[in-house]
């Protein structure tokens, strides 16, 4: 099994930064793709970002500029640097791994999700 455990979420003021962390523990041969998605109240789960294991990084329009993504292979942890906050980020924010176990089992994974209230 697989486990995340997310961090870093919080209350800030518009214009300030949180840094979200996953960290994924458990029979982990692998980790591919890992990814942050956020979901507001009333709506769609979406991708913020996402982050290859070759370091290939790709963003939401909302986040580009202004959010970076990045990783630590030896720690199996995603990192979401989060600057220049506005109101509308507010949501809770979900880390996703794509990961291959110790059994050569390739299967997602989803954190808990952290919560990110940003005030105006």
């Known amino acids: 099994q697989v486990q995340l455990v997310e961090s870093g979420g919080g209350l800030v003021q518009a214009g300030g930064s949180l840094r979200l962390s996953c960290v994924a523990s458990?029979?982990?041969?692998?980790?591919?793709?890992m990814g942050w998605y956020r979901q507001a109240p009333g709506k769609q789960r979406e991708l913020v970002a996402a982050i290859t294991r070759g370091g290939s990084t790709n963003y939401a329009d909302s986040a580009k500029g202004r959010f970076t993504i990045s990783r630590d292979n030896a720690k199996n942890t995603a990192y979401l640097q989060m600057n220049s906050l506005k109101p509308e980020d507010t949501a809770v924010y979900y880390c996703?791994?794509?990961?291959?176990?110790?059994?050569?089992?390739?299967?997602?994974?989803w954190g808990q999700g952290t919560q990110v209230t940003v005030s105006s």
């Open positions: 458990g029979s982990i041969f692998s980790i591919n793709a």
């Open positions: 996703n791994l794509d990961v291959t176990s110790t059994w050569s089992v390739r299967a997602d994974y």
